[in-house]
């Protein structure tokens, strides 16, 4: 097993550095080891080699981060000169978008009206896990605040239809309901623009 520890793959290059050159010193004219193998101008020609490369490197990574700065400080500079053009352009054009795009800028889009969503969709209903208990479960519908549930027993009434719930994801537990009744259920999304259309009906008989 091997008795020398270097440790080189945990040490930086300047550690590294300042070892071999250690080692290099301590074996010179060592008479407990008279033929180094390599030889030690071959070692001493390896450290330097790495000097001058890890001192190219140290300086091409100064210049690089002087010239980021350059290009962040000249980026900047135009972002600033954009900013003030543009709001030239504006102060002259106002709010006439054929007067803006003639100066070669674009207009920003008028904030469009918020839309009715569409109605949920694969609507089902299962027993609960109590007497009087339904779990619905739908399709989420996107940019939807909240659902209004509503059941009847007589779905052809219309009149027949009473609101059981509201929910502000695509599930909810209706309780209090007849136990041995069947039930239709129905849903509905509703968003900032609005109500949707109901859903299809689910139906099921409480347990």
């Known amino acids: 097993m091997a ?4 440790n080189l793959k945990n040490l930086s290059v300047t550690d590294k550095l300042a070892k071999g050159r250690q080692i290099v010193t301590a074996m010179t004219n060592n008479t407990n080891f008279p033929n180094p193998n390599p030889p030690l101008s071959e070692v001493i020609s390896s450290l330097d080699d790495l000097t001058q490369a890890f001192a190219l ?7 690089i981060t002087t010239r980021v700065v350059t290009q962040d400080n000249a980026e900047a500079r135009v972002d600033q000169s954009l900013t003030k053009l543009a709001a030239y352009v504006e102060s002259i054009a106002g709010r006439d978008d054929t007067l803006i ?6 207009t920003k889009a008028s904030p469009s009206a918020p839309t009715i969503p569409t109605a949920p969709q694969a609507l089902s209903a299962a027993t609960g896990e109590h ?10 519908v996107p940019n939807t605040r909240s659902y209004t549930i509503e059941a009847s027993q007589d779905p052809a ?22 136990s041995g009744k069947r039930y239709w259920f129905r849903v509905a999304a509703v968003s900032a623009g609005g109500e949707s259309g109901w859903s299809e009906h689910a139906t099921k008989v409480v347990p």
């Not at 008795?3 to 270097?6: W, Y």
């Not at 490197?57 to 210049?63: G, I, T, V, Y």
């Not at 795009?101 to 674009?106: D, I, K, P, Q, V």
Request: avoid cysteine.
């Open 3 to 6: 008795r020398v520890r270097l």
């Open 101 to 106: 795009t003639s100066a070669g800028m674009e």
């Open 131 to 140: 007497e009087g208990e339904i779990n619905l479960f739908w399709k989420a």
């Open 57 to 63: 490197l140290q300086s091409a990574k100064s210049e």
């Open 157 to 178: 009434n219309s009149a027949s239809w009473t609101h059981v719930g509201i929910a502000t994801s695509a599930s909810k537990v209706i309780t209090n309901l007849t």
